[in-house]
C-alpha cells in the first residue's frame, strides 16, 4: 500500500496539472494583448499603458484565485496570496492612472518588476520540482526565466526610455505570452494521456 500511494498522489497532481491548462493559456493570450498593444501603439501615453497593465493585474489575479482556490496547485496559500495582491494592485493602478503615470510610476515600476521576478523564480522552482510530473518543463523554465529578466529590466530600465522601453517591454511580453501558450498545449497534453 506504500508503494501504491506515493504513485497515486503522484497521478493525482499531474491530473490535477492538467485539468487547468487553460489558466497558463488565458495568461499567456493577455500578455499578448498587452504586448501588441504596447508594442504597436507608440504614441500611447504612460497614463493609458498603466490602465491597460490595471486590467492586466485584475485578470491575472482573477487567474491565480482560480487556481488557488480550486486546490489544484502545490502552493495554494501563496497562490492565493498572489491573486489578491495583483487584484488590489491592479484596481488601484486602473483607478488611478495619473497618479501612477505622474507621481508613483517609479514605485510602480518596481512592484511590478519584483512581482514578475518573484514569479518567476517560482515558475523555475516548480517545473525542476514537478519536472518528473509534466513534460514541456523546459517551456515553463524558459518562461519563468523570461519573466525574471522582464523584472530585472524594469528595475533596471530609467523612465527616460519613453517609447522605446514600451516597445521592448511590448516585445517581451508578446515572447513571454507565447512561451505560457506552448506550455499550456503541453499541460493540456498531459491531461489527455492520463485522461486516457
Given at each position: 500500500?506504500?508503494?501504491?500511494?506515493?504513485?497515486?498522489?503522484?497521478?493525482?497532481?499531474?491530473?490535477?496539472?492538467?485539468s487547468l491548462w487553460w489558466l497558463p493559456l488565458v495568461r499567456g493570450l493577455l500578455l499578448i494583448?498587452?504586448?501588441?498593444?504596447?508594442?504597436?501603439?507608440?504614441?500611447?501615453?504612460?497614463?493609458?499603458?498603466?490602465?491597460?497593465?490595471?486590467?492586466?493585474?485584475?485578470?491575472?489575479?482573477?487567474?491565480?484565485?482560480?487556481?488557488?482556490?480550486?486546490?489544484?496547485?502545490p502552493s495554494r496559500g501563496w497562490t492565493i496570496l498572489r491573486g489578491v495582491i495583483a487584484i488590489?494592485?491592479?484596481?488601484?493602478?486602473?483607478?488611478?492612472?495619473?497618479?501612477?503615470?505622474?507621481?508613483?510610476?517609479?514605485?510602480?515600476?518596481?512592484?511590478?518588476?519584483?512581482?514578475?521576478?518573484?514569479?518567476?523564480?517560482?515558475?523555475?522552482?516548480?517545473?525542476?520540482?514537478?519536472?518528473?510530473?509534466?513534460?514541456?518543463?523546459?517551456?515553463?523554465?524558459?518562461?519563468?526565466?523570461?519573466?525574471?529578466?522582464?523584472?530585472?529590466?524594469?528595475?533596471?530600465?530609467?523612465?527616460?526610455?519613453?517609447?522605446?522601453?514600451?516597445?521592448?517591454?511590448?516585445?517581451?511580453?508578446?515572447?513571454?505570452?507565447?512561451?505560457?501558450?506552448?506550455?499550456?498545449?503541453?499541460?493540456?497534453?498531459?491531461?489527455?494521456?492520463?485522461?486516457?
Amino acid at each position: 500500500m506504500s508503494e501504491a500511494t506515493p504513485g497515486l498522489a503522484r497521478e493525482r497532481v499531474a491530473e490535477a496539472i492538467g485539468s487547468l491548462w487553460w489558466l497558463p493559456l488565458v495568461r499567456g493570450l493577455l500578455l499578448i494583448c498587452v504586448g501588441a498593444y504596447a508594442l504597436f501603439r507608440p504614441e500611447m501615453t504612460a497614463a493609458a499603458l498603466a490602465q491597460v497593465i490595471g486590467v492586466f493585474l485584475v485578470l491575472d489575479g482573477i487567474l491565480g484565485l482560480i487556481a488557488g482556490i480550486s486546490g489544484a496547485v502545490p502552493s495554494r496559500g501563496w497562490t492565493i496570496l498572489r491573486g489578491v495582491i495583483a487584484i488590489l494592485v491592479g484596481i488601484f493602478v486602473f483607478a488611478n492612472p495619473t497618479i501612477v503615470a505622474g507621481v508613483t510610476a517609479q514605485i510602480l515600476l518596481y512592484v511590478v518588476g519584483f512581482s514578475f521576478i518573484l514569479t518567476g523564480l517560482l515558475e523555475v522552482f516548480a517545473a525542476i520540482r514537478d519536472r518528473k510530473e509534466i513534460e514541456g518543463e523546459g517551456w515553463i523554465i524558459l518562461g519563468g526565466i523570461l519573466a525574471i529578466l522582464f523584472g530585472i529590466l524594469l528595475l533596471a530600465a530609467p523612465l527616460t526610455f519613453g517609447r522605446i522601453l514600451l516597445q521592448i517591454l511590448g516585445a517581451y511580453a508578446i515572447i513571454y505570452g507565447i512561451c505560457l501558450i506552448v506550455m499550456a498545449f503541453r499541460i493540456r497534453g498531459v491531461g489527455k494521456r492520463l485522461a486516457a
